[in-house]
């Protein structure tokens, strides 16, 4: 086995691992019906509204049901709590992208340690872990440190539990708000899995790009020492 630069991959979970965009704009358009809004605008309204309910924190459970019911309030058509307890009880079900548990097995055998840094429940990740087949080695959720990136604690909270230095460390995501940036900050390197084909602002540098895993493969085996 070759050296490896990284000795550990941390991951984004939701927009790298799994389809984020896909599953939310499905599970809203099931919770508010026919409203003649497409997916990706009930997207844009609910990406805006989990912005602002994460400012603090409390249960995602909670941050979703209240992130539905202020799209609600936006598009004019208020949400039932029953309705939007049911999108919150979603998460697991949400589609990973094709090639993530084929990455999470090969990375797995190239010898990396997995895990996944979430600004979920526990219960949420791990029925999507569990629905999904995602080969991990742990996780750090977002109930654990009572806090939600683009704060630190998740990467702080994940070296205390495995003893890895920064140095040691490819953090793997698809957010540049909650995950790119930050560590750039926090001084760790990031590869940055351009799943939706976004622009990269001024200023913020991660070590690899790619736009997908799949692609991802052979840039991380370029990386190794």
Known sequence: MRPMKFR??????YGTLIDWRA???????????????????LMDAYVSAEKAEEASYMKYREIL?????RVGQVIRLPLEESAAR??????????????????????GKKGYIRYILSNVDVEHL????????LEVDGYVTAEEVK?????????????????????????VAQSLYHDVVPTQEMGIASAWINRYR???????????????????????????A
């Open 8 to 13: 550990y991959l941390t991951f984004d979970c």
């Open 86 to 107: 049911k999108f919150a009880a979603s998460v697991p079900s949400w589609p990973a992208f094709e090639d993530s548990v084929k990455f999470l097995k090969e990375a």
């Open 65 to 69: 049901v209240r992130s539905a019911q």
């Open 147 to 171: 806090s939600y990136k683009p704060k630190w604690r998740h990467w702080e909270r994940f070296m205390e539990k495995t003893g890895a230095g920064k140095n040691e460390m490819l953090h």
């Open 198 to 224: 976004g622009s990269l602002p001024a200023g913020v540098q991660p070590l690899a790009i790619s736009d997908s895993l799949a692609n991802f493969g052979n840039v991380l085996d370029g990386l190794a």
């Open 23 to 41: 599953g939310i704009e499905a599970s809203l358009e099931e919770a508010f019906g026919r409203t003649g809004l497409k997916g990706r605008e």
């Open 126 to 133: 791990e029925g999507t872990i569990k629905n999904n087949e």
